[in-house]
């Protein structure tokens, strides 16, 4: 198989396992925090080629279920208010929690669903716009940023 089937198919892979190509969602933390694809490969806890290697579909997915879920831990600190507002004191706070995190995963604890960090986003955001507003957002973020519109729609949805 030559190499761009090899990259297509462990996208195709990534969308099904991780919803999502990772490199999309590599790109909004690096963003997100303005931090180097290299420094947020340290806060995950990954070399830095590898890290490369999953973002281009070069390897389809992260064999270290504790780097997934500090990936998880921080598209969910992406979402405080603190962070989402730009905070440069909270943006480097978050991302020395993460990287100090030692994670343990299993059936009991693995970061997925609506956890209690979640519940709180969507109740500020409820708190600081209308249902309308929400989805209105939703809708706008959707094509760029699918996981953040998601939570809006449920934010919205749920007033």
């Given at each position: 198989m030559d190499d761009h089937k090899i990259v297509q198919r462990n996208i195709a892979l990534q969308r099904e396992w991780y919803g999502e190509p990772l490199g999309d969602r590599v790109r909004r933390l690096v963003v997100a925090f303005d931090?180097?694809?290299a420094y947020l490969a340290e806060?995950?806890?990954?070399?830095a080629p590898m890290l490369s290697q999953v973002m281009s579909g070069r390897r389809a997915k992260i064999g270290n279920p504790v780097v997934l879920a500090r990936l998880i831990m921080l598209e969910r600190k992406v979402l405080t208010?603190?962070?989402a507002a730009g905070s440069k004191e909270a943006i480097r706070a978050a991302l020395e929690d993460v990287k100090a995190s030692r994670p343990t995963v299993?059936?009991?604890?693995?970061p997925v669903g609506v956890g209690p960090d979640e519940t709180a986003v969507l109740a500020a955001l409820r708190e600081i716009a209308e249902e309308e507003s929400l989805l209105e957002a939703a809708e706008r973020l959707d094509a760029d940023f699918?996981?953040?519109a998601d939570l809006l729609r449920r934010a919205g949805?749920?007033?």
């Open positions: 931090v180097s694809q806060v995950l806890g990954i070399s208010p603190e962070v299993n059936r009991d604890n693995f699918p996981a953040i949805k749920a007033q």
